[in-house]
C-alpha cells in the first residue's frame, strides 16, 4: 500500500512535470556570432560532410543542373555559453536534486532560451535568399532552417558539385565535395545536414532458414524446434504478467514509431493483437498513420519498401504495452530521413507524445559531422521536454559501416542514431541454452493459449548470426580463425555464415570530426574523428575509462532465429521477400519472421510506456539512462551479482532488474587492415587491438559492449523505477 507520504512525493512528481518553465538563469538575448559583413569569395569549409560513396569509381557525372533539391537543412549552432547552458539544463532536468528537476521546456522556450540570436538567423536566412535558394521555416528551437534549391543553386551557394553515382547497382546523388559557406555568417552555421540522398537501414532481419543456423550447418535439432516468438512468449519470458494483471498496461500512454513508411496495413496490426490474445484482454490499443506538421515540410510516403520495419515497431511495441496508444509518425523523405522530419515537427506540437522507438541507423562516419550535429540537437531537443528516446544500436556487429555485408572491411564503428547521450542505445541477444548446453525445458512443444510456448525466462548471450562468433566456434570444435575456422573451412560449412548480422555496440568514435583523405579510409574511424564524451551517468561495473559515450545501454532478444528463436510478424504486403505469407493466415507459424534491434527497441518503448502509467506521469520522464544506470549500479555494486547472471536461465533470482549476460561476443568476421585480426586465410576477426585475437566485442560481469547493462524482468524495473522515485525525489 502506498503511504501519504509516497502519495505526496509520486504527486510532486508528476506535477514537476506538468510545469513548463523557462530556467532560473534566463540568457533574453544571446551573443551575435555574425559580426562582419558577408564575403562571399571568403569562404570557409564545412569538413567531414562528405559520403564515403561520392568517389570516382561510382561517379555518373553531374547531376542536372535544373534538378529540384527541395526539403534541406541548415543547421545553426549556439554561442558556446549558450550550448553549455542548455547542456547543465538538460542535466538538471534528470538530476532529482535540482530546482529545475522535471520542468520540462517546449521547443519555443528552447529557442528563446538557449537558441541562436534573432540578429544571427535573419542573417543566415537573407544570405540564403541573396544566393536564389527558397527559405521555408525556421524551427522553433531556431536551430534548423529548410531551404530548397536547383542543383545549380546549391553548387553555386556551398561550392559543392552534386553528382549523380551508382553504388552497388543502386542510383544515388550526392555532393561530391564537402559544402562552403561565408566566413563572416559560418560562426552562426554547423554545416548542412545532408546533400545527397542516402537513407539509413533498418534494424530488421529475416528469419533464417533453418540450413543458414547455427542447427542446420551441423545438423543438430533441438528438442522443442524453430520457434516463433508470440505476444504470450514475451511476456512470460520476461515477467510482464503480473504488471498486466495488475492493469500496468501502457493504458493512457503514447508510443511513437518513427518511420519513412505508413504501414502497409492497419488490419495487420489488428490480426495481430487478435491472434495473439491482446485485442480481447486490453481493448484500449491503437494505431494510427500519422504525418506530423510544423516547420518542416512533410508529406506522406505511403506504404514503400520500409513497411516491414514499420509492422515490426507496431506489432512488438503493442505486444510490451497492449493498451498504449501507437502512432506511426511518418514523413516521406528526400534528402533527409522521413522519420526526422517526422520527429522534429511532432516536437514542436503542444501535447507530443513522450515515449519514442526509432529502429533505423547509419555509421557516424558515414553520416558526416553536420547530420551528426543534427541528430544530436534533435534528441537533445526531445529529452528537455520530457521525450525518452529508445534506439536500435544497429545489426551489425562493432561494424557499423558494413551494415548487411558478409564481410566487415571498414573496421570498429557505431551508428550515429544511437551513440548520442540523449537516447537509450538498444541491443541485441539471442537466447543460448543450446550454445551454452543448458539442459531443461524452455518452450513447450505445443502451443498453449494465444501460442504461448515459452515456459520461463532462458539463458541469453550476445545476437550473433557470423562465423566468427567464439561461441558458435566452440559448440562446432574448431578456433575462430585460420583454415579450419567455420569462417574458411567452406568446404564443410558453406559461406552462409559470412555475414556480419548481429547486435551491435561499441564506443563513439566519429561523432564530430573528420575520416582521414583517401579512398582507403572512407566510412572509417580516423583522421580527426572524435567520439560524444562519455556522460556522467555512464559509471558503472565494466565500463571502460575510455573518455567516450558507449553502447548499447540494454539489450533484449533479436535473433532471427539462429540458435532457437525470432519474432513473428504479420505482414501482408504481397511485396514482401522476408518469408512468411500474405495475406496473414489463421497459422502464425506462416507469417513473417524477423529479429534485429529493430524488435528490441520498440519493446523497451513499451517497458517505457509501462514505468510511465505506474508512475503516473503524463509529460514523460526525459532521458531514461540516468535512471537506468542508476538501478544497475544498485544491482551490480563493484563485483556484479551472481544471482542475475543470464547463463542460470529459469534458475535466475526472481528480484533481478537486470539480467547479466555474461558469456558469448558480437565478433564478426573481416578482412583487411581495419581493426581485423587475420593471422592466416582469407577471413579474420574484428578485434581490438589486432595484435592479438580480442574478438570486438565479448561479455563480461557489469556493462558490456555486446549487451550493455543486459537485458530485464519487466515487473521488477518497473516496481524499482516507482521505489527510486519514492527515494530520490522530495515533495515539492
Known amino acids: 500500500m502506498t503511504s501519504r507520504k509516497q502519495v505526496a512525493i509520486l504527486c510532486a512528481f508528476s506535477l514537476a512535470g506538468l510545469i513548463r518553465v523557462a530556467p532560473a538563469q534566463q540568457i533574453n538575448q544571446q551573443r551575435r556570432l555574425i559580426t562582419q559583413p558577408v564575403n562571399n569569395s571568403q569562404m570557409v569549409t564545412f569538413s567531414g ?24 537543412q541548415l543547421v545553426l549552432q549556439r554561442p558556446a555559453e549558450a550550448q553549455a547552458a542548455f547542456n547543465q539544463y538538460v542535466d538538471d532536468l534528470h538530476n532529482p536534486a535540482s530546482p529545475n528537476f522535471h520542468k520540462w521546456l517546449t521547443n519555443a522556450q528552447i529557442g528563446t532560451q538557449f537558441g541562436p540570436s534573432t540578429q544571427d538567423i535573419a542573417a543566415v536566412k537573407s544570405w540564403l535568399a541573396s544566393k536564389g535558394l527558397t527559405v521555408g521555416s525556421v524551427t522553433p528551437d531556431g536551430m534548423v532552417i529548410e531551404f530548397s534549391g536547383t542543383v545549380k543553386a546549391i553548387r553555386t551557394a556551398f561550392n559543392a558539385p552534386i553528382h549523380n553515382l551508382s553504388v552497388d547497382g543502386v542510383s544515388h546523388y550526392a555532393n561530391m565535395s564537402d559544402p562552403q559557406i561565408p566566413a563572416a555568417i559560418a ?84 490480426v495481430f493483437r487478435k491472434t495473439f490474445g491482446l485485442s480481447r484482454v486490453y481493448p484500449f490499443g491503437t494505431l494510427t498513420n500519422v504525418h506530423p506538421t510544423g516547420t518542416m515540410t512533410c508529406t506522406a510516403p505511403g506504404a514503400n519498401g520500409d513497411d516491414g520495419e514499420a509492422a515490426i515497431d507496431s506489432q512488438w511495441a503493442t505486444a510490451a504495452a497492449p493498451n498504449a496508444t501507437i502512432l506511426n509518425a511518418a514523413c516521406k523523405g528526400g534528402s533527409q530521413f522521413g522519420g526526422f522530419i517526422a520527429l522534429t515537427n511532432l516536437l514542436q506540437q503542444a501535447n507530443h507524445p513522450n515515449i519514442v522507438s526509432i529502429s533505423y541507423g547509419e555509421a557516424e562516419a558515414s553520416d558526416g559531422a553536420t547530420e551528426n550535429a543534427f541528430i544530436n540537437n534533435l534528441y537533445q531537443t ?17 561494424a557499423s559501416a558494413d551494415a548487411n555485408r558478409t564481410v566487415a572491411t571498414h573496421g570498429i564503428g557505431v551508428s550515429g542514431w544511437m551513440s548520442t547521450p540523449y537516447n537509450v542505445s538498444v541491443g541485441g541477444t539471442d537466447f543460448g541454452q543450446l550454445p551454452l548446453g543448458k539442459t531443461g525445458t524452455y518452450f513447450n512443444t505445443t502451443n498453449g493459449p494465444a501460442f504461448q510456448t515459452a515456459v520461463s525466462y532462458m539463458p541469453e548471450i550476445p545476437w550473433n548470426d557470423s562465423c566468427a562468433g567464439a561461441l558458435l566456434s566452440a559448440f562446432e570444435g574448431v578456433p575462430n580463425t585460420g583454415a579450419t575456422s567455420i569462417c574458411n573451412n567452406t568446404a564443410k560449412f558453406g559461406t552462409s555464415l559470412r555475414t556480419t548480422a548481429s547486435g551491435s555496440g561499441g564506443p563513439s568514435g566519429c561523432a564530430t570530426g573528420t575520416v582521414a583523405t583517401g579512398t582507403a579510409n572512407r566510412g572509417v574511424v580516423s583522421g580527426t574523428c572524435a567520439g560524444y564524451a562519455k556522460p556522467s551517468w555512464q559509471n558503472i561495473l565494466g565500463v571502460p575509462a575510455d573518455g567516450v559515450r558507449d553502447t548499447p545501454d540494454v539489450s533484449l532478444m533479436a535473433s532471427n532465429g539462429f540458435w532457437v528463436a525470432y519474432y513473428d510478424v ?17 497459422d502464425p507459424a506462416a507469417w513473417a519472421g524477423f529479429g534485429g534491434t529493430s524488435v528490441s527497441s520498440p519493446i523497451w518503448a513499451g517497458i517505457q510506456a509501462l514505468i510511465n502509467q505506474n508512475l503516473g506521469v503524463t509529460t514523460g520522464v526525459g532521458n531514461p539512462n540516468p535512471v537506468l544506470y542508476a538501478l544497475a549500479n544498485a544491482e551490480y555494486g563493484n563485483t556484479g551479482k551472481p544471482s542475475c547472471n543470464s547463463s542460470l536461465g529459469n534458475a535466475v533470482g526472481t528480484d533481478c532488474v537486470f539480467y547479466d549476460v555474461t558469456q558469448g561476443d558480437m565478433a564478426v568476421n ?43 524482468n519487466a515487473t521488477n524495473i518497473v516496481n524499482a523505477w516507482k521505489a527510486y522515485v519514492l527515494a530520490h525525489t522530495a515533495p515539492q
Open 570 to 586: 504479420c505482414w501482408s504486403d504481397p511485396k514482401q521477400t522476408s518469408g512468411g505469407s500474405a495475406p496473414c493466415t489463421s
Open 49 to 72: 560532410n562528405t559520403r564515403p560513396e561520392a568517389i570516382s569509381d561510382n561517379d555518373q557525372g553531374p547531376t542536372s543542373d535544373a534538378t529540384p533539391l527541395a526539403g534541406l
Open 187 to 270: 560562426p552562426a552555421v554547423a554545416g548542412i545536414a545532408k546533400l545527397n540522398d542516402f537513407n539509413p537501414h533498418s534494424m530488421a532481419h529475416a528469419k533464417l532458414s533453418k540450413t543458414a543456423t547455427a542447427r542446420g550447418i551441423n545438423g543438430i535439432e533441438d528438442s522443442s524446434g524453430e520457434n516463433y516468438l508470440s505476444a504470450a512468449d514475451l511476456a512470460t519470458i520476461y515477467n510482464f504478467n503480473p504488471l498486466f494483471k495488475a492493469g500496468i498496461t501502457g493504458k493512457g500512454q503514447t508510443i511513437v514509431v518513427i518511420e519513412d513508411t505508413d504501414q502497409y496495413s492497419i488490419d495487420d496490426w489488428n
Open 382 to 398: 526531445a529529452v528537455a521536454e520530457g521525450v525518452s528516446l529508445y534506439v536500435s544500436s544497429g545489426d551489425e556487429g562493432a
Open 670 to 712: 573481416c578482412t583487411g587492415t581495419h581493426d581485423c585480426y587475420l593471422p592466416s586465410s582469407t577471413q579474420g576477426v574484428l578485434s581490438k587491438p589486432i595484435a592479438a585475437n580480442s574478438p570486438a566485442y565479448g561479455t563480461n560481469v557489469g556493462w558490456d559492449f555486446a549487451t550493455g547493462i543486459g537485458t530485464t
